[in-house]
C-alpha cells in the first residue's frame, strides 16, 4: 500500500503493509534513529513522535493512520525554538533525560506545554504516567516541564510584543 505523508516537514511516499506500526516505518524504512524503543507493545514509552504535533506511541499507530498526516521525530524538532526552551527548562532543573528516553520525555514536554504552559502537577505525571523510567525522580520531571512552561510562555509574550 502507497503510504503520503509528510516526515519532518518533508513529503514523502512509502510502500510498505498498511499495517506495520508508524514505528516500524520510521525506524525501517525511513532510517529515524532517534527513538529507542524497547518493547513495541505500548509499555516503555520510548517510541514517542509527533503526529500532528501531539505525542503517540509509534508502535501502537498503525501505518494506514498516517496517510495524509504529518510526522514529526527529534531528528527535526531539535531545530526549532520551541526545543530549546524544554531543553532549557530540563538543564535549568537538572534533570536531563539520559540518551536512550531523550527524545520521547522532550516531546511529551512539548505535548504538554503547547496545550498550556502553566501546567499542573497533576496534568504532567499523568502524561508522563505512558513513560516506564524509574530512574529519574517524577518530581525532577515535574519542575522540568513547568520552567520549560515558563521559557514556552515568555518567548510567546515577547512575540506577541514586537
Ligand atoms: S516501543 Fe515501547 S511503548 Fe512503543
Ligand atoms: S530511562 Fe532515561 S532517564 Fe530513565
Do not use: W
Amino acid at each position: 500500500m502507497k503510504i503520503d505523508c509528510q516526515l519532518n516537514g518533508k513529503p514523502k511516499e512509502f510502500y510498505v503493509s498498511s499495517d506495520i506500526p508508524l514505528l516500524q516505518l520510521l525506524t525501517e524504512y525511513a532510517h529515524i534513529s532517534t527513538l529507542h524503543p524497547d518493547c513495541g507493545k505500548g509499555m516503555c514509552g520510548n517510541c514517542i513522535v509527533l503526529l500532528d504535533d501531539l505525542p503517540v506511541l509509534s508502535c501502537l499507530i498503525p501505518a494506514f493512520e498516517i496517510r495524509g498526516r504529518q510526522i514529526t521525530t527529534l531528528e527535526r524538532f531539535q531545530k526549532t525554538r520551541d526545543y530549546t526552551d524544554i531543553i532549557k527548562g530540563f538543564e535549568r532543573t537538572d534533570s536531563m533525560p539520559c540518551s536512550y528516553c531523550f527524545s520521547s520525555k522532550i516531546l511529551l514536554a512539548h505535548g504538554i506545554i503547547s496545550r498550556n504552559v502553566s501546567p499542573e502537577p497533576d496534568e504532567i505525571l499523568q502524561t508522563y504516567s505512558i513513560h516506564a523510567c524509574t530512574c529519574l525522580d517524577v518530581s525532577q520531571i515535574v519542575k522540568a516541564v513547568a520552567q520549560a512552561g515558563t521559557y514556552r510562555g515568555r518567548r510567546r509574550r515577547y512575540a506577541r510584543r514586537k
